[in-house]
């Protein structure tokens, strides 16, 4: 069974920081491209960053040069760390796991970012 158990999300003032943790179960991590994903209200999800095993990493343009993912393949886990976080960064943030040769797609339930102003 694939569990990804999102935690770090919370409610922070403008400019402040947050770091996001996703650990990973029932997958070969290593094998997957991780990725955090998010949803404001009433908007449609987006791609924030992803990471593949090697290191190499894409961001949405939104957030360059403020948000770094990366990956512990020994831990399983991926975090997001988040600096100077903004209101419009307001959302629910998902972990995903993806393995394109299997078809395969996960995801978290989600943790909750809110960014007062």
């Known amino acids: 069974q694939v569990q990804l158990v999102e935690s770090g999300g919370g409610l922070v003032q403008a400019g402040g920081s947050l770091r996001l943790s996703c650990a990973a179960s029932?997958?070969?991590?290593?094998?997957?491209?991780m990725g955090w994903y998010r949803q404001a209200p009433g908007k449609q999800r987006e791609l924030v960053a992803t990471?593949?095993?090697?290191?190499?990493?894409n961001y949405a343009d939104s957030v360059k040069g403020r948000f770094t993912i990366s990956r512990d393949n020994a831990k399983n886990t991926v975090y997001l760390q988040m600096n100077n976080l903004k209101p419009e960064d307001t959302a629910v943030y998902y972990c995903?796991?993806?393995?394109?040769?299997?078809?395969?797609?996960?995801w978290g339930q989600g943790t909750q970012v809110t960014v007062s102003s």
């Open positions: 995903n796991a993806r393995r394109p040769a299997l078809s395969s797609d996960h």
């Open positions: 029932g997958i070969i991590f290593s094998y997957n491209i």
């Open positions: 990471i593949v095993s090697g290191g190499r990493t």
